[in-house]
């Protein structure tokens, strides 16, 4: 695998979707349209390993050897392993994930938590591009997802979705998520209420300098951000839902060759840890 490489692959596994695409690594735009097909019902890891070839046979990638390949995952992600499995089957729970890709794929891969990846998309492209301090990236969809990002290092496996409400019974995501949205059949200011608990919670517990939200609702940020009353400035992600795509083809290469650097990967390999 060539370290000068200018483009990745992303695949950005989620609940209920499976996207990729390929990505220019010197702006993180798309160089391909954005291939996307259902998560499969039960996501257990051989029915999600066919659905991920089905992404790349589409985008002509499967042979691309030569092509880093990142994929981001909705669990806690840790040396490779899977250590948790909120959106997808519990055989997940504990298991080798990385290998198990690269095997069935037959290629190295870099594979790394979701949001964490979204996380690096918005710091190397995006919102939190240049920012000090604490940046913390929530991602709304199916469950909240979270990355932390202090002074341009990536604090892995944050998982703040998962904080719990005293007294309630139900963890964050479960009531504040997008899905909780849908669910509930709230209308914009309803929830706005419960992310004004989730963030207001998030800002005692952590004081970030930066909120920067994402997921697909991002794109109708202005109908619940200004909602919001925080102290912390809260801002839409740049790209948006495309950002777990991005980041998992930025850190494709990184992730590869951590020791060798060239002016597209320099940055990178301080933000996270394989």
Known sequence: ??????????????????????????????????????????????????????????????????????????????????????????TWIDFEAESFFEKGLGRQIHFANDADVAGVAELRYGAARDQDGLVILTTLGTGIGSAMIYHGVLIPNSELGHVHRAKHGKDAEAWAAYSAMERDELDWPEWAERLQWYYSHIEFLFSPDLFVVGGGVSKHADKFLPLLDLKTPIVPAVHRNNAGIIGAAALALAGERPGVLDETTEDLAGTTAH
């Open 1 to 90: 695998m060539s370290a000068s490489a200018t483009r990745a692959v992303g695949v950005d596994i989620g609940g209920t979707g499976i996207k990729g695409a390929v990505v220019d690594l010197s702006t993180g735009e798309l160089l391909t349209d954005r291939i996307k097909v259902a998560t499969p019902h039960g996501a257990e890891p051989e029915d999600v390993l066919d659905a991920v070839k089905v992404v790349l046979d589409r985008l002509e990638v499967t042979d691309a050897g030569d092509v880093p390949l990142g994929v981001a995952f909705p669990a806690i992600v840790k040396n490779g392993r899977t250590l948790s499995a909120a959106n997808v089957a519990d």
